[in-house]
């Protein structure tokens, strides 16, 4: 947290006549240029910035209209708070020069406070620079004093960041005690002599896989090589995989889309690796003779969620055949296992007819049987055929629907869109609205903060003491002349008059006010002080533009003076009338 204005004061200069020139002087009319101040503290380093910026603009010939936007982030949420409010003690003075002071900063009670031009260029907010995402397309980047706390290997991680979040030739501003380390592919010193401090971005590309972003700095917690124990196998156990591997049917599960999920036993005779990238989705790896029927099988077994049996097929083998039954269940239970097809192969034995693979005497001497077999055969093929049709004509039909859906929702979306387009337009129009009642009601501030000056100056002027209570008595509003006659103090707004004391012989005072206030006749009356000093109060009803009673005003006028010549002419007065007396 160690921080203060422009430190190391020659680092800064150097920055005021190099750096900052070179980038306004490159910069497009009305453009604004941007700046990122990492752990900026309490904010004097992003307040420093904006000021040398003021600065080097005020001093370029002819003037551009650039701006500058400063980001200032800290991981210490009181200290942006502080930076924020922007107010610092009066020991500033030895950091900041008379002049600056004079033209960036209005002086205060308890010091100094950051002028609002100053103040609108800095935007404060929390950020932890090793964990949160970094800003961009930055002109300049002052990370100072920062780095020196981090170790080398988050050191290695920032710079390339840095170089990311830096435009094209924008300026990283490190501290004296710092410097760019072996990154100098990526950055390079502005000044020639001495032990730098400016550093301009390279154009050179650096490689995406360099860059490590914040969620990327924090390394996992250390794993601890601890040896598991293996659990003791069980007789029970053993035996049963054994009775699972040796005499249990090949069986596979797979997903509603075939792919594999678990293989049980051996099913080498059924399935083979399909040729090409691996692919573990059993219509791909079912052999000759097993693939179509299977997949008729398999999606009429989830179509009626019932189980489908394949009897007396013929697979191909490596060099020969064999005949196997195949059973599809989808299962149910346990919920685990819920919407997953279990396919169990057994092996069977070869009809009789074609045993050995060769065709039987039978057979031969037979071939109405034989044309019998093929007219079944093609009779199921082309109730295939009729089912694949009507799947495709029902799978059109969803297309259709679909495809009306869509357009139907594309319609909408149009729809919604135009409204938005509408909205946007209408609340560009409420913006412009709102500005120019914004702009009016800031006039408006103005000109009541001028009105109450020349009201607080023409009250001081009449050296009256003017006291302004509410129709419940209670203080509204009091000037400094009233300090006076009562003890009334700022705290006292809003008391009500009775309870505060008072130098005042006037006892009458709370009946006055209210009688006041009922007939809204005026009363004055002659009060005296414990001082002796006299005052004439004048207690008149307190009407608004409206005409409308809002309490009274009390007015206190100094008439001591009045009070010791009225004593003068009476004691005067007395003296010649006992003169007169005794002459008589």
């Not at 932890?128 to 100072?144: E, Y």
Request: overall charge negative; aromatic content about 8%.
């Amino acid at each position: 947290g160690v921080t203060n204005f422009f430190r190391d004061p020659a680092a800064w200069e150097h920055l005021k006549k190099e750096a900052l020139p070179a980038l306004i002087s490159g910069c497009a009319p009305n453009q604004n240029l941007r700046a990122w101040v990492p752990a900026c503290s309490t904010g004097e380093e992003a307040y420093s910035l904006a000021i040398l910026f003021k600065e080097a603009l005020e001093a370029l010939k002819p003037a551009r209209n650039v701006t500058l936007q400063i980001f200032a982030t800290d991981l210490d949420s009181q200290a942006v708070e502080k930076a924020r409010d922007g107010s610092y003690p009066a020991n500033i003075a030895a950091d900041v020069s008379p002049e600056r002071l004079s033209r960036f900063f209005i002086q205060t009670e308890r010091g100094y406070r950051v002028a609002k031009p100053i103040r609108e260029m800095v935007i404060f907010a929390p950020q932890n620079i090793i964990m949160d995402p970094p800003f961009t397309k930055l002109d300049i980047l002052s990370c100072r004093n920062l780095l020196i706390y981090l170790t080398s290997d988050l050191q290695k991680k920032l710079f390339p960041l840095f170089h990311y979040s830096l435009k094209p030739g924008g300026v990283l501003f490190l501290g004296s005690a710092e410097s760019i380390g072996t990154f100098n592919n990526l950055f390079n010193p502005l000044t020639d002599g001495g032990k730098p401090c400016l550093y301009r971005r390279t154009d050179s590309p650096l490689a995406a896989e360099l860059v490590d972003f914040p969620s990327a700095f924090i390394s996992p917690p250390p794993t601890h090589n601890t040896k598991i124990a293996k659990p003791v196998a069980n007789l029970k156990t053993l035996a049963d995989q054994l009775l699972l591997q040796t005499y249990s049917p090949a069986a596979v599960v797979t997903n509603e889309k075939g792919d594999i999920i678990y293989i049980s036993g051996r099913t080498g005779k059924y399935l083979e690796p399909a040729a090409g990238n691996a692919n573990w989705n059993i219509f791909a790896m079912a052999r000759e003779g097993l693939r179509y029927e299977l997949l008729s099988a398999f999606q009429n077994a989830l179509l009626k969620k019932t189980v489908v049996v394949l009897k007396n097929l013929t697979i191909g083998t490596n060099g020969g055949t064999q005949t196997a039954e195949v059973f599809i269940q989808p299962l149910k239970d346990p919920e685990a296992l819920l919407g997953m097809v279990m396919i169990v192969f057994m092996d069977v034995a070869a009809p009789a007819e074609t045993a050995a693979g060769k065709p039987s005497s039978q057979t031969r001497a037979n071939p109405a049987r034989k044309i019998a077999e093929l007219e079944q055969q093609v009779e199921k093929v082309s109730q295939e055929a009729r089912t694949i049709r009507e799947e495709m004509q029902s799978s059109q039909e969803e297309l259709k629907s679909a495809n009306e859906e869509l357009q139907s929702t594309n319609e909408e979306l149009q729809s919604t869109n135009e409204e938005l387009t509408t909205s946007k337009e209408e609340m560009q129009s409420l913006n412009e609205e709102l500005q120019t009642v914004n702009h009016e009601l800031q006039s408006k501030v103005d000109e009541l903060s001028h009105i109450n000056n020349d009201m607080k100056n023409l009250l001081d002027s009449t050296n009256i003491a003017t006291l302004f209570l509410d129709n419940d008595l209670r203080v509204r509003r009091f000037t400094t002349q009233t300090a006076r006659v009562t003890k009334l103090i700022a705290g006292d707004v809003g008391r009500p008059i009775t309870d505060i004391a008072s130098e005042l012989f006037y006892p009458e005072m709370e009946q006055e006010v209210r009688e006041v206030l009922r007939t809204l006749a005026s009363t004055e009356r002659q009060v005296a002080l414990d001082n002796g000093s006299w005052y004439m109060a004048r207690i008149q009803s307190y009407r608004t533009y409206e005409n409308m009673i809002d309490g009274v005003v009390i007015t206190f006028t100094d008439i001591t003076a009045l009070k010791e010549l009225e004593m003068e002419l009476r004691a005067k007065e007395e003296r010649l009338r006992e003169l007169i007396e005794k002459k008589e």
